[in-house]
């Protein structure tokens, strides 16, 4: 929120910052803190951005019909040069919201890991704000490892934790959903 309690102020940057963000971090501090840095300063940020969608917050979030809430969202994120965001209710505990241009994962990047850490500590902070109560998010697929889209996997915390576990035994998205 600004001063007065309107909508937080925002500003356009290129997207490269996000990679130097991730490089200068990791150089400065180590991975694991730039990780962890990003995730938070994400977080943060996700809940103040909370209060610009229009009719979507708190109160009323649970009065849109589901279509229109991800709808709304994914015209949020848009708008703002995101990219293009789409919700699949892949579980009955946990929605996967995808993105084949998401811009934390901008074209060029290559990495191992997946690589958006603001963007799931931003979803993570705008989803529980717009819920009420704690929303956790994973990223599940990434476009810097050579995949098609960027992809987190969010729902309540035990749930992210279970499909999370699934994932570091080898068990694939797809079994590990059905797994749950």
């Known amino acids: 929120m600004d ?3 309107g909508a937080p102020r925002e ?17 400065e501090a180590g991975t694991l ?3 962890h840095a990003l995730h938070h300063a994400g977080y943060k940020a996700g809940t103040d951005a909370a209060g610009s969608l ?8 649970a009065a849109l019909a589901q279509d229109v809430f991800w709808a709304s969202l994914a015209d949020f994120f848009r708008q703002r ?8 209710p892949a579980h009955s505990a946990v929605g996967i919201l995808s993105s084949g241009d998401w811009a934390e994962a901008s074209a060029g990047d290559v990495d191992p890991d997946a690589s958006c850490f603001f963007s799931t500590g ?3 902070g705008l989803l529980s704000e717009l ?3 704690p929303v956790a998010v994973l990223e599940v697929g990434c476009r810097t490892r050579g995949e098609d889209a960027c992809r987190f996997a969010f729902g309540s915390e035990a749930a992210i ?4 576990g699934r994932l570091l035994d080898g068990v694939a998205l797809d079994g590990a959903l059905a797994a749950l």
């Open 3 to 5: 001063s007065k309690g």
């Open 11 to 27: 500003i356009a940057v290129p997207v490269s910052v996000f990679g130097s963000l991730r490089t200068e971090l990791a150089k």
């Open 33 to 35: 803190p730039a990780v």
């Open 54 to 61: 229009v009719g979507v917050g708190k109160n009323g979030s």
């Open 81 to 88: 040069g995101w990219g293009t965001l789409r919700h699949d």
């Open 122 to 124: 931003f979803l993570s």
């Open 131 to 133: 819920a009420g109560g």
């Open 161 to 164: 934790h279970d499909l999370y």
